[in-house]
Structure formats: structure tokens, C-alpha cells
Nanobody, 117 residues
């Protein structure tokens, strides 16, 4: 079974940036990858996804312009560059395989992002 491991979270001041990484134990050209997050008091929400080729990306409307998803298939990795962070971005960030439209694989363990004001 494929495993996804997220990393790169940490503490950052408001206005700062972080780059999250997610690596797959076994990549597949059949699947895209997506980032989700769970902020305190809310359900997990979609952040962004990217096709295996990297040629197609999509974002949650509220995050467009601040977050950028990319991937490096040679490293079996997907990244999430997060800029202009605010305390509202605090939460646990997860990556998942995109199995089909609105269908996703198992959750990783997540990486904690904490943005201080």
C-alpha cells in the first residue's frame, strides 16, 4: 500500500512563508496529488491538487494567489508553497492521492503549521 509522508510544517510569523513537502512511497502516473488542511474548529478542507504531469492544477478559491502547488516526479514529491500566511492558516496539512474526480486516497499523518500573529 502506498504511503504518503508530509513534512515542512512548523512555526512562522504572520506574513511569512512555508514550503510543505509530501513524498509517495510509490508514485503512479495514474494519480494526481492533493493537499487538504484541517484548521481548528473546522472540517478538513481541500487546498489544491495537481495532475501527475503537473500540467493541471486547481485551488480552493480562498487560497488562490497565496498558495502554489507543484511536483517533482523524479523525487515522487509534491510541494505546497504558502505565502503571506495568517493565523487563519494554522492547522494540520495533509496530502492525498487523487483517485478520480472528488475521490481521494488515504490520509497521511499530516504536518502541523502554526502561524503566530
Amino acid at each position: 500500500q502506498v504511503q504518503l509522508v508530509e513534512s515542512g510544517g512548523g512555526f512562522v510569523q504572520a506574513g511569512g512563508s512555508l514550503r510543505l513537502s509530501c513524498t509517495e512511497s510509490r508514485a503512479s502516473s495514474l494519480y494526481g496529488l492533493a493537499w487538504f488542511r484541517q484548521v481548528p474548529g473546522k472540517e478538513r478542507e481541500f487546498v489544491a491538487d495537481i495532475a501527475w504531469s503537473g500540467g493541471r492544477t486547481s485551488y480552493a478559491d480562498s487560497l488562490k494567489g497565496r498558495f502554489t502547488i507543484s511536483r517533482d516526479n523524479a523525487k515522487n514529491a509534491v510541494y505546497l508553497q504558502m505565502n503571506s500566511l495568517s493565523p487563519e492558516d494554522t492547522g494540520v496539512y495533509y496530502c492525498r492521492r487523487v483517485l478520480a474526480e472528488r475521490a481521494y486516497g488515504a490520509w497521511g499523518q499530516g504536518t502541523q503549521v502554526t502561524v503566530s500573529s
